[in-house]
């Protein structure tokens, strides 16, 4: 797959979400919520819930805490109801950016989101403005280890549909198309395979090199983006020094 790694800018943001594990619950939590709302609280007949499913389990969350939040969610007169709401701007050096909200109050989270943007460098865009740059993609992100051979893990995840396989430093990448996520994901859990992270995604289509102090500003946007409980998802094409993060 040519371009830089997608895994360092996951690896990156589970390395916060470790040290904020509530957090990072919270918005599990509400990708959940939603989900169980549009479609139904059996993940065998509610793809999305199953995905979000898998994204939790990669994250560590507890799965007590995944079917409390479900059982909760598909309970009568639960009063939690969330917008979706994706924004497009520029961070630091002209960086795309795509932000994605889950809300109940888009007027809070809209000015928030510009807030932290103009305050570091950036600016909140219009609609497609920078979207043409992505792509949406499913990626799961599967660590390397002696008990996986590669040939045979790329074998299983080309045959269930997947679309490129990857192999990076410290594990391997396996991306599909939206539509083929939920079979590939499935089929490879099935075979006892464990995802580092299991998403769909936003994968640039070009990347902008950043130098240190860039890099620097982008990280401390992205972060702040990411402590807003509203915030889900933040997604950028920047390409990181190299070694950059490493103790």
């Known amino acids: 797959m040519s371009g830089h790694s997608k895994w360092h800018n996951i690896q990156a943001k589970k390395s916060k979400a470790d040290a904020a594990r509530g957090k990072i619950f919270t918005k599990l939590g509400r990708e959940l919520t939603v989900a169980v709302k549009e479609g139904g609280p059996n993940p065998e ?75 570091h460098g950036g600016n909140l865009g219009a609609t497609g403005c920078v979207g043409w740059m992505f792509e949406k993609k499913g990626l799961l992100v ?41 079979a590939v994901r499935a089929a490879l859990e099935s075979s006892g395979i464990e995802f580092l ?6 994968i640039p289509s070009n990347t902008v090199d950043l130098n240190e102090e860039t890099a620097a500003k982008l990280e401390k946007l992205v972060d702040l983006l990411d402590d807003n409980d509203d915030v889900q998802n933040v997604w950028h094409n920047a390409n990181f020094p190299e070694g950059w993060g490493e103790e």
Request: proline share 2%; with cysteine; glycine share 6%.
């Open 197 to 202: 992270s299991a998403e769909i995604s936003m």
């Open 45 to 119: 007949s509610n793809s999305r819930l199953s995905d979000c499913i898998a994204k939790a389990k990669a994250n560590n969350m507890p799965m007590d805490t995944i079917m409390r939040i479900i059982k909760k969610a598909s309970g009568e007169g639960n009063g939690e109801n969330y917008e979706e709401i994706v924004y497009e701007g520029y961070g630091p050096s002209g960086v795309a950016m795509i932000i994605e909200a889950l809300t109940d109050n888009r007027n809070r989270t809209a000015s928030d989101v510009r807030h932290l943007l103009e305050k």
């Open 142 to 182: 599967v660590e390397k280890n002696d008990k996986i051979d590669e040939d045979e893990l790329m074998m299983m995840a080309l045959d269930a549909g997947a679309e490129d396989f990857s192999s990076e430093d410290e594990a391997y990448e396996i991306t599909t198309a939206p539509s083929d996520f939920t």
